[in-house]
């Protein structure tokens, strides 16, 4: 692709009284779109899955990743890890749909099997029939080839290129500032909190709705009826997240006052608190006192995202079935919220082909969550 000029990057990187978005060709151009996939999502933290979806040893999910095979493996350690979904024979796809693998994981084409660890472990015939070893095939050196991943609130991301620092160095300061709900176990709520929506829009313009609440009196009126305009505040961390609060979050209530229960030891600040927080580069978190979810973006072109969203519980009996009728109308309520979101992210899409907006002006106020994410971005292509 042609090189960004280095004055329309600095524009978006200034102070956001003075600064631009991103120009439009980062929302519609394929060739940005392509960039991105080295810039952004290969070289640092992306989120590729949930590890909910492979709960018991063995079990393993295959995962399209903007064009790179992968998938998830549940050790018999109980670790999740990730690999291309390749053989090291002759780059045959090892996992064609969710799996339970006893012991190994055989490859369809000519059988090669791995472990559960990932090492090579059998190589029927390779020398010929009946002889299962060549000394010019050293399984030692044949191992699946493992992708640097870390499970954080029960999303798995990767760092593809192996280039990031540890998800835990790059991420810490929102490992602190929700410290309270990290190393929790916790419990999905089932088929009925999980669902998602695609968007005929760019996977930036997701995360920039999602991290402002300026467009709550407008887009979600039922939601700022309770929970205001004036009651949200900005989060912030340049270079990692950026995000809104709310300070008056109110949980569910079910028939007979039946409410979920809230996870233990939480301090006083998380009564009333409810945060929500853009990851870069593709995941949305929620967290309150009796719930959270994550959403990860998934992004399929340019102008096409598709929104995995999945609901969590403080307790495996908030997921029982005594609960389902308060989860479903938990369920329904987010649905809704992220549901009116999606004719705004869509028409913001469509206005980018208007060749003479310039990537917008922030409100410097209302918009600084928004400003640091296109700040990120942009660094990405410096």
Partial sequence: MEQIDPAVLAQVRAPVEAARGLPNAFYTEPQVFAEEKRRIFFSSWASVGFAKDVPAAGDALPVDFLGVPLFLLRGKDGAVRVYQNVCRHRGMRLVQAPTRF????????????????????????????????????????????????????????????????????????????????????????????????????????????????????????????YSRLEDHYHILEPGSFSGQGTRVYSPQIGAGGRRFANFSGLSPMWETAGEYVSLYPNTLFGVHRDHSFAIRLEPLGPDRT???????????????????????ANTSMWKQVFAEDVGVVEGMQQGRSAPAFDGGKFSPVMDVPTHCFHDWVAGRFE
Wanted: glycine letters at 8%.
């Fill in 306 to 328: 598709r929104e995995h969203i999945e609901i969590y519980y403080a307790s495996p009996e908030m997921a029982g079935p005594a609960m389902a009728e308060l989860r479903a």
């Fill in 102 to 225: 006893k012991s190994a994981i055989p490859c369809p084409y000519h059988a090669w099997c791995y472990g559960l660890d990932g090492k090579l472990r059998s190589t029927p015939h390779v020398g010929g029939q009946d002889c299962h070893a060549h000394a010019g095939i050293d399984k030692q050196q044949l191992s699946l080839f493992e992708v640097p991943a870390a499970v954080w609130m029960d999303v798995v991301f990767v760092n593809l290129d192996g280039t990031a620092a540890a998800f835990e160095v790059v991420h810490a300061k929102l490992l602190e500032r929700w410290g309270e709900f990290c190393g929790r176990e916790l419990a999905h709520g089932g088929a009925d909190s999980s669902f998602s929506l695609e968007l005929a829009t760019n996977w930036k313009l997701a995360v920039e709705n999602y991290c402002e609440s300026y467009h709550l009196p407008w887009v979600h009126p039922g939601l700022n009826s």
